[in-house]
């Protein structure tokens, strides 16, 4: 079956800082006519800090579209699109954490809100930490704390932790040490 949506005309409704809203017009699988809005966005990334005594290095951050304080782990948006992925996941985590990693293994990309959002999120599990000073940007405000990974496990699961892309990263983690027979 052809699925593919074919855009006929493009037009930006709105400029910002880090997104831009299209309004495009399209033809769909079947010849119609139909209209799609939505958002560009460069990207970004998130990492799963995980200390060596099975503990995750988790943020409270205020999230003002929905008003209130979330659970997340760290994250941040690439400086363009074509920065490394790596290198941004490792800055982000300096930033927020102050937090250094021996290693960082890729956990594949998130996809958030793939109707209306072009934003990839690649996701990364640091392990072996070391700690230095944070480095937040000026108009960043956010606790950092640490947490069992069987809690998170279970907050995700209970629908506490409600940010998309640490459930993800949070229950692959979860997944990855049962395969390494490690306790979780």
Not at 101 to 129: C, N
Not at 158 to 179: F, N, R, W
């Amino acid at each position: 079956m052809h699925l593919e949506e074919k855009c006929t005309s493009s037009r930006l409704i709105y400029d910002g800082r880090i997104v831009k809203l299209f309004e495009d017009e399209i033809e769909l699988p079947n010849g119609a006519p139909a209209k799609r809005e939505h958002i560009k966005h460069v990207g970004a990334v998130c990492v799963l800090p995980l200390t060596d005594d099975g503990n995750v290095v988790m943020e409270r951050q205020f999230r003002y579209p929905f008003g209130k304080v979330l659970v997340e782990i760290p994250a941040g948006k690439l400086d363009g699109p074509n920065e490394d992925l790596l290198a941004a996941a490792l800055r982000e985590l300096r930033e927020e954490t102050g937090i250094v990693p021996q290693s960082m293994t890729y956990l594949g990309d998130f996809i958030g809100s793939p109707a209306i959002l072009g934003e990839h999120v690649g996701m990364f599990l640091a392990r072996g930490l070391s700690f230095c000073e944070q480095q937040l940007d000026e108009d960043e405000f956010l606790e950092v704390f640490t947490m069992p990974l069987g809690d998170a496990v279970e907050k995700v699961l209970s629908g506490e932790i409600t940010d998309g892309k640490t459930q993800a990263a949070v229950l692959k983690t979860h997944i990855i040490l049962q395969k390494e027979g490690k306790e979780v």
